[in-house]
């Protein structure tokens, strides 16, 4: 039935012309580094891991979602975590990071975005980060509002190279996708 088939053709057409015209879909990227030093709790993804040392900064050092927040904030092009939390400001001192996270979430609802998905990477030797993944998830999971299948968390380490394999500092990159409906 050609009819059919040609009506059908010029609906999906219109819905597609819809989806890319009134939906806006971007993507973000972020990185971030921090020093590790002796008897430092570590904390990553908002989660406190079992370790003799921990990342070092003027939050909680949260290398993890500190390169979410970025990603987020690239993303709506909203320029960067130095940028809304310097490290001069008093505020944010010793602040767990997840809260930074929420208020990097309020400034892209405010430009009409939502956060699709997020994919992370964290880059150092020790400890092995694989049991602190499902947790890490739930927690970043409450501060973005993205279900849990909607974050994903990998881990590798520096194979004993440079400053990660000397265990002197831990590196984190995300990207995200953000939408506007
Ligand atoms: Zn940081």
């Known amino acids: 039935?050609?009819?059919?088939?040609?009506?059908?053709?010029?609906?999906?057409?219109?819905?597609?012309?819809?989806?890319?015209?009134?939906?806006?879909?971007?993507?973000?990227f972020g990185f971030d580094v921090h020093q590790m030093k002796e008897g430092h709790p570590f904390i990553v993804g908002g989660v406190q891991l079992e370790h003799?040392?921990?990342?070092?900064?003027?939050?909680?050092?949260?290398?993890?979602?500190?390169?979410?927040?970025?990603?987020?904030?690239?993303?709506?092009?909203?320029?960067?975590?130095?940028?809304?939390?310097?490290?001069?400001?008093?505020?944010?001192?010793?602040?767990?990071?997840?809260?930074?996270?929420?208020?990097c979430m309020a400034l892209i609802a405010a430009k009409g975005y939502t956060l699709g998905n997020i994919d992370a990477m964290l880059c150092l030797e020790a400890p092995k980060i694989k049991p602190y993944i499902p947790q890490m998830k739930v927690k970043l999971a409450e501060a973005t509002g993205l279900d849990i299948d909607d974050i994903s968390i990998k881990a590798t380490t520096n194979e004993t190279m440079g400053f990660i394999g000397r265990q002197e500092g831990v590196v984190a990159y995300a990207v995200c996708l953000i939408e506007r409906a």
């Open 1 to 28: 039935m050609p009819h059919r088939l040609g009506y059908q053709i010029a609906y999906t057409g219109c819905i597609l012309l819809y989806i890319i015209r009134v939906m806006k879909i971007k993507v973000g």
């Open 52 to 103: 003799h040392a921990g990342a070092f900064g003027h939050s909680d050092a949260d290398v993890l979602v500190h390169a979410i927040c970025d990603a987020i904030l690239g993303a709506a092009n909203l320029e960067d975590i130095g940028y809304h939390f310097p490290n001069t400001d008093m505020r944010w001192k010793g602040i767990s990071s997840l809260l930074l996270l929420k208020e």
